[in-house]
């Protein structure tokens, strides 16, 4: 249902673009998220929007990544900036509250 790409190898403080292809349900009528998992740590949600473009984003990564979704192409977007090693792991995205059906995530390692 949930198919993340985007992810890589980047050096601190450049960028990346996530985007997460939804099927399976009616996207435009769903808020969708986005999850990382970093080492050690439980999957954390990071960013949320609502089906009508309301976003919050967690403390930490507020005034870094932003999210967005284009319902046309049931696609939600995770721009991020300012990268550091802190935001190594692998990122999901999913419905908020999330359903329990999981894609494989795209991973993203900040290292120089």
């Known amino acids: 249902q949930f198919a993340e790409t985007g992810g890589g190898l980047v050096q601190p403080g450049g960028s990346l673009r996530l985007s997460c292809v939804a099927s399976?349900?009616?996207?435009?009528?769903?808020?969708m998220a986005w999850y990382r998992q970093t080492t050690g740590t439980e999957r954390e949600l990071i960013a949320g929007?609502?089906?009508?473009?309301?976003?919050k984003h967690e403390d930490s990564v507020s005034g870094r990544f932003t999210i967005s979704r284009d319902n046309a192409r049931n696609t939600a977007y995770l721009q991020m900036n300012r990268l550091t090693p802190g935001d190594t792991g692998i990122y999901y995205c999913?419905?908020?509250?999330?359903?329990?059906?999981w894609g494989q995530g795209t991973r993203v390692t900040v290292s120089a």
């Open positions: 929007i609502t089906n009508r473009d309301d976003v």
């Open positions: 399976g349900f009616d996207f435009n009528m769903r808020s």
């Open positions: 999913n419905m908020r509250p999330p359903s329990s059906a």
